[in-house]
């Protein structure tokens, strides 16, 4: 009998979730033989077995392709009803799961995704999951596909926001994503060449930025760019908005605030991300040959691994105190707002 397997993604959507589908289920059809089905919008599919039976040609021309050709969503089916307290969605995967002869279930998503895929795995369900996420903050790998995406994409609007900057003598504050990490900011900020880069992991005093601002303005250095992550704590309003009214109030220098928002979830992968997602992809698929059920894809020390999703959920990977990026970089006279 064939091994018959499902893929779905949940959570927010990503460059390369449609890379990794091929990768899984082109190796699944073409090396291990196994049949592959596509689970449409997530965990909401499984709920409504809302399928389609993939073959090698469907999974064809994908590679490139930002989104995710199944759909997405945020279902979480483990979470009780507010009302009654009561939730039979659990119950109601797994006879789904049965009635639709599944062997496996490969979930492609974050933090969220990886801790209801536990779940599945602690009611029986054979599961693999893949981390998927832009903030580059799943816990047990050293990197997710989708994060180089948007680095690059949050690299390139530093670069472009130097330019007016200076033109126009401004401080310019760009707000980018990662939800509580600050995994793009560092990254970007500092291929970015930002005079400041505030990170969630490591707070800052708003002083210290103004110094910084102030410093450069009397070395000759009329502008300043300012790169935030967006889970910054912060007293009232969005944490761009506040430093921006902050270091105005202060410096007198006039502030522009970009926030990017989900430009840098959007759009092709990279091909550092292609080329990760088709190989946690293609080892998801080793793992479900071998029957090696209950664990999460990741990398370690840049090789493809796996550990047991029992390990990863319910936890967040944050930038280290001590990460190489923020010791260079206070070297060189970054401002860190500490």
């Not at 990503?14 to 033989?33: F, W």
């Not at 995967?93 to 998503?109: A, P, S």
């Not at 550990?307 to 990026?325: F, I, N, Q």
């Amino acid at each position: 009998m064939k091994m018959r397997i499902g893929i779905l993604s949940s959570g927010g959507d990503c460059p390369g979730i449609n890379a990794t589908i091929r990768g899984v289920g082109k190796s699944a059809i073409l090396h291990y033989d196994m049949e592959v089905v596509g689970i449409h919008n997530g965990f909401t599919g499984l709920l409504n077995k809302d399928i389609e039976v993939f073959n090698e040609r469907k999974l064809s021309g994908i590679l490139n392709l930002g989104g995710t050709i199944l759909g997405t969503s945020r279902e979480k089916p483990f979470k009780k009803l507010l009302d009654s307290g009561n939730n039979n969605k659990p119950q109601v995967i797994y006879r789904n799961y049965e009635e639709m002869g599944l062997d496996c279930i490969v979930c492609i998503g974050g933090n969220g995704t990886q801790k209801t895929a536990n779940k599945l795995a602690q009611l029986g369900i054979p599961v693999i999951g893949v981390p998927k996420t832009i903030d580059n903050d799943v816990y047990g790998t050293d990197i997710s596909f989708g994060f180089d995406s948007a680095v690059n994409i949050a690299t390139e609007a530093i670069d472009r926001l130097h330019s007016t900057a200076s033109s126009h003598k401004r401080v310019m504050v760009v707000e980018v994503m990662g939800h509580r990490a600050g995994w793009i900011a560092l990254y970007a900020g500092m291929a970015g060449g930002a005079d400041v880069i505030l990170i969630p992991e490591l707070g800052f005093d708003i002083d210290k930025v103004n110094e910084k601002i102030l410093e450069r303005a009397h070395m000759g250095k009329p502008y300043s760019i300012v790169v935030i992550a967006e889970g910054l704590k912060k007293e009232n309003g969005s944490p761009s908005d506040y430093i921006s009214h902050a270091i105005e109030k202060v410096t007198d220098i006039e502030v522009r605030t970009t926030v990017l928002g989900y430009i840098q979830r959007g759009g092709n992968p990279s091909p550092f991300d292609r080329n990760l997602a088709t190989r946690l992809g293609g080892h998801a698929t080793e793992l479900i040959a071998e029957k090696a059920f209950g664990r999460m894809v990741c990398m370690k020390n840049d090789e493809v691994d796996s550990v047991p999703l029992s390990e990863v959920a319910g936890k967040t990977r944050l930038v280290p105190v001590d990460h190489d990026l923020i010791i260079q970089g206070s070297r060189m006279g970054i401002s860190f707002g500490i």
